[in-house]
């Protein structure tokens, strides 16, 4: 099983472009996160959703859109990328009842300049 | 969700048992202790949760004061591999969108 890949897992964007982060995941979770991380910080989390179909709003939602049309499939969707957004984001999924904890991707590292 | 204090750093000798606490004084009779940990520039991998009740698995022991306002995160037998940043979470057992990380407890594993 592959658990949780995100694409691509580096980027450079320049002021104003737009990009949409791929995070799939092949255990059938429920849940599905998105969380930035900032250096020397711990993670933030963006959106969230609790099935296909459904979005929610975390921490730090601004400037970021989701869909998650497909169960697998969560997209983060960066409209007119700024450089506070500079960052490494990471994807995770779990199940309802958590039993196993959050598996996270290894991560995707955003530069914006 | 309840809020976790940890210390920010902390050193262990290679084949010691690393010992990690974790404030977490208003925690609800609901929420659970978990841990994860990161190592250098990965994502965070879980390692151990519970509720009351001690728990060990392949990886650490957790151990939960009887007033669980604190814990312990036990890694038995520490190696260089260990280094990582270690996070303590409350939260309520389903509805996992209310994780949050805070900065952790950075474990510096010492040859």
């Known amino acids: 099983n592959a658990g949780v890949t995100q694409t691509p897992k580096f980027r450079v964007l320049k002021t104003g472009q737009s990009m949409t982060l791929l995070c799939a995941q092949d255990?059938?979770?429920?849940?599905m996160y998105w969380y930035r991380q900032d250096p020397g910080m711990g993670l933030r989390l963006i959106h969230y959703?609790?099935?296909?179909?459904?979005?929610a709003k975390g921490e730090v939602p601004d400037g970021y859109n989701v869909s998650r049309l497909k169960k697998q499939n969560f997209l983060l969707g960066l409209e007119s990328a700024a450089p506070s957004q500079t960052s490494v984001y990471f994807c995770?999924?779990?199940?309802?009842?958590?039993?196993?904890?959050?598996?996270f991707g290894s991560g995707t590292r955003l530069t914006v300049v | 969700d309840a809020k976790t204090t940890q210390p920010t750093s902390m050193d262990c000798a290679e084949g010691r048992a690393a010992n990690l606490p974790c404030n977490h004084s208003?925690?609800?009779?609901?929420?659970?202790v978990y841990w994860y940990r990161q190592i250098h520039s990965q994502g965070p991998q879980y390692i151990i949760h519970?509720?009351?009740n001690n728990e060990t698995n392949e990886m650490a022991s957790l151990i939960i004061t009887e007033d669980r306002k604190s814990s312990t995160l036990i890694l038995p037998h520490a190696t260089l591999r260990d280094t990582a940043v270690y996070y303590c979470?409350?939260?309520?057992?389903?509805?996992?969108?209310?994780?949050?990380f805070g900065a952790g407890t950075r474990l510096f594993v010492k040859a």
């Open positions: 995770a999924s779990s199940t309802y009842r958590d039993s196993y904890g959050y598996t």
């Open positions: 255990m059938n979770h429920e849940y």
């Open positions: 959703s609790v099935g296909e179909g459904t979005t």
């Open positions: 208003t925690i609800s009779g609901n929420e659970y």
């Open positions: 519970g509720l009351k």
């Open positions: 979470i409350v939260r309520v057992f389903t509805g996992g969108f209310k994780t949050i």
